[in-house]
């Protein structure tokens, strides 16, 4: 440990002393409790919130629960126009099956020859008697055409025999320079004859309804032999360069309103000193997740067989149970049979994701109320909407700020708080704890949320090896602080990890550790005082880098 993070954790922990020994320790005690968090979870992550999925009148009515809670707490409002609220303009992208495209005398129809990527912001699709031209192998850009000629083209890339859902990593593949000028890009993919990756299409997707300006090309999926019908040859035996056929579209999107307004809240607790109070300490989550499921399943059977098969829920690939696998699920779900009847399922409620944050917040909010508790700078709540969707409501609450950007000194995000134990996730336990982000733009901040969990009564471990530059899972990307951090604000992502609940319909409240949960909020709690009462605001490491550059992990 370097001298200064060794003055500073001194320095830091020598005022959280003096914190816990205020008046505002009792009060903080009698209101982050399990038994709080448990009441606001129940009702967050109940089935009539249907999921919360952004427009959907389940979302609208946690956003008023949290509105209304903050309200009652005394907070300021914080949104657009004295409101509560910060409107994020989504819309629902689905696929028109009316939709044609012709090359030559082909005829190719939307919803069984091509499906756009609707999940996608991008460029509407405008091309008539376009030509087309064979851009490669999508896996191997060694051997892709020029953006050159790739310009005012429609691209076509093949992705080989056996591709495995190619669809998943298409973003990745658009977003290359190389194709940015192109009039659209289609990739041959063969996991289009799949029902599940058509019936998705058909459903639609929320996307951003942004100005298209800059944005992305359309991107089509397109079965093999739509592919070969365009370029007149086989993809399989095409030469990069090689010309098609003049290609046409005809609409195959529509683009719907949501039924409810999706929507950020936002709200302010003023500081206690009339000089510092114009600076923010930002405290986060995420209100959304990923609404009712489009088939229904049996929840005790999902969690029997996700003990075993796929611990990390949707992070875990899907695959067949195993002979000795098959016995074990069998076996846990008798025991939970002579328990209960069958229970059938589709709404995944979210309580850890991020149902946890959100009522952490509402708690958090109750406690720095009290007038003793308030620190001297301001405490900016943000309660994101459409995290599920990229990141969506933190994006865009960060690059449409209701408050001067500049003025947050610092954001601490909690997402997927509420679980940990060994059960859920390797290495888990009371003192397991992740951390993204702590060091990576102030060093200083980091010592001092390490300073707040020194002090605790049982401190946590934190876990660092999500954040490693490089780490597959991506976490630092995947998180709403990453939104801060972009703009040079040190931030930090909480979490105590996946589970076999992840995005799965048994992700409901009676499976949360809420007296853990309640410890997570204690350290956010103190986090947010020792930073908030600090005389200066925690140092950068280094320069501000651009905002809008690709997150690298």
């Known amino acids: 440990m370097n001298n200064l993070r060794r003055s500073i954790l001194l320095v830091a922990a020598s005022l959280m002393a003096a914190t816990a020994a205020s008046s505002q320790a009792p009060r903080a005690a009698t209101v982050i409790t399990p ?24 979302n609208y009515l946690a956003t008023e629960y949290i509105a209304a809670q903050w309200k009652r707490m005394g907070l300021v409002p914080a949104g657009e126009s004295g409101s509560w609220f910060q409107a994020v303009p989504f819309v629902r992208v689905r696929l028109n099956e009316s939709g044609t495209m012709t090359a030559g005398r082909a005829l190719l129809k939307a919803g069984s020859d091509f499906v756009p990527a609707s999940w996608i912001p991008s460029r509407s699709p405008s091309f008539q008697s376009t030509p087309a031209i064979f851009a490669g192998d999508a896996r191997d850009s060694t051997q892709w ?30 977003s290359n320079p190389r194709w940015r000028d192109a009039a659209a890009v289609l990739v041959a993919e063969l996991d289009l004859l799949d029902a599940d990756v058509r019936r998705d299409q058909i459903r639609g997707a929320l996307v951003v309804d942004m100005p298209q300006q800059g944005a992305l090309p359309p991107l089509f999926l397109v079965t093999p032999g739509a592919a070969d019908s365009i370029l007149g040859a086989s993809t399989d035996t095409a030469r990069p360069g090689q010309a098609g056929r003049g290609v046409a579209h005809r609409g195959s999107v529509s683009r ?14 003023p500081g206690a000193d009339p000089a510092l109070r114009g600076q923010y300490i930002s405290l986060t989550a995420h209100n959304d997740h990923v609404g009712v499921g489009r088939v229904t399943v049996e929840h005790d059977s999902i969690r029997a067989h996700n003990a075993i098969v796929r611990p990390m829920g949707a992070d875990s690939p899907e695959r067949a149970e195993t002979p000795d696998e098959a016995a074990r699920v069998r076996q846990i779900l008798d025991s939970l049979r002579a328990l209960r009847p069958a229970r059938p399922d ?59 950007l500049d003025s947050i000194v610092a954001e601490i995000d909690q997402d997927m708080i509420g679980r940990g134990s060994a059960v859920d996730v390797s290495g888990g336990g009371p003192t397991y704890l992740e951390v993204i982000g702590a060091m990576r733009l102030s060093r200083e901040f980091g010592a001092q949320l390490e300073a707040a969990n020194a002090v605790q009564p049982l401190p946590f471990s934190f876990n660092y090896t ?8 991506q976490y630092y990307c995947r998180a709403d602080h990453y939104s801060y951090a972009r703009y040079g604000i040190p ?25 853990n949960m309640a410890r997570v909020t204690q350290l956010v709690y103190d986090a947010a005082i020792l930073i908030g009462n600090a005389d200066s605001r925690p140092a950068l490491n280094g320069p501000k880098g651009d905002p809008n550059a690709p997150c690298r992990q």
């Open 35 to 58: 038994e709080n968090l448990s009441t606001h979870l129940f009702i967050i992550a109940d089935d009539s919130m249907g999921g919360r999925d952004p427009g959907s009148r389940g």
């Open 491 to 515: 931030s930090v992502a909480l979490s105590r990890g996946e589970h076999l609940d992840y995005h799965q319909v048994t992700d409901e409240p009676q499976y949360i550790d809420y007296v």
């Open 466 to 473: 999500f954040d490693a530059p490089g780490h597959p899972l």
């Open 346 to 404: 589709s709404i995944r409620n979210g309580a850890d994701d991020d149902g946890s944050g959100t009522v952490s917040l509402l708690v958090l909010a109750e406690a720095l109320s009290h007038p003793g508790a308030r620190p001297r700078r301001s405490v900016l709540f943000v309660s994101h909407t459409g995290e599920e969707y990229g990141l969506v409501g933190s994006k865009w609450f960060t690059d449409h700020p209701t408050v001067p």
């Open 145 to 174: 055409i020029t953006a050159e000629q790739a310009k005012g083209k429609v691209v076509v890339l093949s992705v080989g025999t056996g591709s495995a859902r190619a669809y998943v990593r298409t973003f990745a593949l658009i």
């Open 256 to 269: 719907d309103p949501t039924p409810y307004p999706a929507r950020n809240v936002v709200a302010v607790l």
